[in-house]
């Protein structure tokens, strides 16, 4: 009899692409139909939310991380039946502060400017655990993943997360079980943010990655991948 696989859709974040999840694409490739979401092309979050819908059909698994948490909330809001299980991955489910917002726009100008390199090099330092800043080939991954998104797609996905949504109220009515995860380390949504998410979801279960910074799926691959594992199997 032929065991059909559930399909799982992820979500990248700012300024990275499907090599985000590389490693989880090939560990889940047996216990599930995976499928990157495109988030280079639109200027909203409820844009890319819409564009995910339209490019999968029927129901699915969903996880996302960073702005593909806050992609993955959006899909909720609009289409809730569609899914049915939600992994929350190093993300929130707050709106940016005044001084956030600020900090986005710089940011975006200065990569405008001709200066992405020396953006990413800044980023890198509250993207990963410090103890990984001298790994060439997690660095070279971000590096490369930057460059391909560009700077009219950072400048796009920035502009998105700026009219995000506050969605903690919208977490109470979640009714599918969801899987908020996070490095320990984690220097731009710490662990408390997700227990905030925790707290606010009926089905929200909390998992702390040790000795991880935010982007978890490349930092500590097999232990995400095992908890992935472990949620769509369950």
């Not at 009899?1 to 300024?15: A, I, K, S």
């Not at 948490?69 to 190093?90: H, N």
């Not at 940011?107 to 020396?118: N, P």
């Not at 995860?181 to 997700?194: F, N, Q, R, W, Y």
């Amino acid at each position: 009899m032929t065991v059909t696989r559930p399909t799982l859709v992820l979500v990248p974040g700012l300024w990275t692409d499907e090599a985000l999840f590389a490693p989880q694409v090939a560990a889940l490739a047996d216990c599930a139909a995976v499928q990157v979401a495109d988030v280079g092309q639109d200027d909203s979050i409820s844009g890319m939310a819409k564009r995910l819908l339209d490019s999968v059909e029927g129901p699915f698994a969903l996880a996302g991380l960073s702005m593909g948490g806050y992609v993955a909330q959006e899909v909720l809001r609009q289409a809730p039946e569609r899914v049915t299980k939600v992994a929350l991955l190093d993300t929130n489910a707050r709106a940016d502060r005044a001084e956030q917002q600020d900090q986005r726009r710089a940011l975006v100008a200065r990569v405008q400017a001709g200066e992405g390199r020396a953006v990413c090099e800044d980023l890198l330092r509250v993207l990963i655990h410090p103890d990984r800043l001298t790994d060439s080939a997690l660095v070279d991954v971000v590096y490369a993943m930057a460059e391909r998104v560009g700077a009219d797609g950072f400048a796009r996905q920035q502009q998105a997360i700026l009219s995000r949504p506050d969605g903690r109220e919208d977490l109470r009515r979640v009714t599918q079980p969801v899987l908020c995860l996070c490095g320990a380390e984690d220097a731009i949504t710490p662990p408390k943010v997700h227990q905030e998410m925790v707290d606010l979801l009926p089905q929200g279960t909390l998992v702390v990655v040790e000795n991880c910074g935010h982007l978890s799926t490349l930092e500590r691959p097999n232990e995400v991948s095992d908890h992935l594992r472990a949620w769509i199997q369950g």
